[in-house]
């Protein structure tokens, strides 16, 4: 086995390293910079550039991280590792590791579609395959992006005309560039919150353009606010005034965001069912291990397609193991 699942989080013996720990470890790989794969606290972190310039941004100055370009192979011990893009966000890459010519691939987030600023993902086949399905459910379904900020475009403009700011609340790593890189800055003035407008800085660095951002005073009740949900008591959101509050998310497919003031956006940075099925089916796995979200119901539907899963429940603890039922599994 070249992968177990410790509560220490994903472990690969014989490099003796771990894939985004959970607690402090000698060697971390990390695959990006959200907060629940990048924890503080590790002695020595390997990831892509991005990633480091955004851990060193959120984590610590000081971290001791070694960069690794996507697809360059290093040696961790007798196992061959390499980064490879998971186009979730800047940054964001799956992790290969090969050992006695068996090849693992641990994806951590990770989207199909091209977001235009992370690295398009990229399909690496393996034989065992470590993949989060958050959103791994048939209604999960997204629209082409163009067709979602065309929506994003036409909520803001309709609401400047009547001189009205719009706030959307969106994640300040990932989904608030990707807004800001696809929207028609032509619209009006676009604000950005603090914490959003240090990660668009790190964006920059690394050569992705994006539009330019104004000051807080000078929203001119026509502008384009994007802001962490958590910023939502503060002062700075107050001189917004009389505004429309929208969400990007995923999670806006339920119908239950979109009531009162809420104008909800089906915007994703992870896979969709149909994105999940095709990306397990073509990696040409054998062992597919479901981590986060739909993990039971996705492995189900896996298992009826004659598709080997295990599901890990919980780092550390037991893992459920799910044999194919069908016999008539088609290659
Ligand atoms: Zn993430
Ligand atoms: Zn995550």
């Not at 459910?137 to 629209?143: A, E, G």
């Amino acid at each position: 086995m070249i992968l177990e699942f410790t509560s220490k989080g994903i472990y690969c013996p014989q490099g003796d390293f771990y894939i985004d720990p959970i607690s402090a470890v000698e060697t971390a790989v990390i695959t990006h910079g959200h907060s629940d794969h990048a924890r503080g606290g590790h002695k020595r972190y390997i990831a892509t550039p991005e990633t480091i310039a955004i851990m060193k941004f959120r984590l610590s100055k000081k971290i001791n991280a070694d960069p690794l370009e996507y697809r360059k192979q290093i040696n961790i011990k007798d196992v061959i590792v390499s980064l490879h893009p998971a186009g979730h966000v800047l940054g964001s890459a799956q992790v290969r590791i090969e050992y006695g010519g068996e090849v693992a691939v641990v994806t951590g987030d990770y989207k199909v579609e091209y977001d235009n600023v992370s690295e398009p993902f990229e399909l690496v086949k393996c034989n065992t395959f470590v993949t989060e399905c958050t959103f791994g459910l048939p209604l999960f379904n997204w629209q082409p992006q163009e067709q979602v900020f065309d929506e994003i475009n036409e909520w803001w403009k309709k609401n400047s005309e009547q001189g009205i700011n719009s706030v959307l609340n969106c994640y300040s790593l990932g989904k608030a560039q990707r807004i800001l890189k696809n929207i028609d800055p032509s619209i009006g003035p676009i604000v950005c919150h603090d914490t959003i407008e240090d990660h668009n800085k790190i964006h920059e660095q690394f050569g992705i353009k994006l539009p330019k951002r104004t000051d807080a005073s000078n929203h001119d009740n026509k502008a384009l606010i994007l802001t962490p949900t958590s910023s939502s008591k503060t002062e700075w959101f107050k001189q917004f005034g009389d505004h429309r509050l929208g969400n990007a998310s995923g999670w806006m497919m339920f119908d239950g965001f979109h009531r009162g003031v809420h104008k909800g956006f089906v915007l994703s940075d992870h896979c969709d069912w149909k994105a999940l099925n095709w990306v397990i089916k073509n990696t040409g796995a054998d062992l597919i291990y479901l981590m986060h979200g739909y993990t039971k119901e996705y492995s189900n539907y896996l298992n009826g397609q004659g598709v080997f899963t295990k599901v890990v429940e919980e780092l550390g603890k037991t893992i459920s193991e799910n044999y194919a039922e069908s016999s008539e599994y088609a290659e």
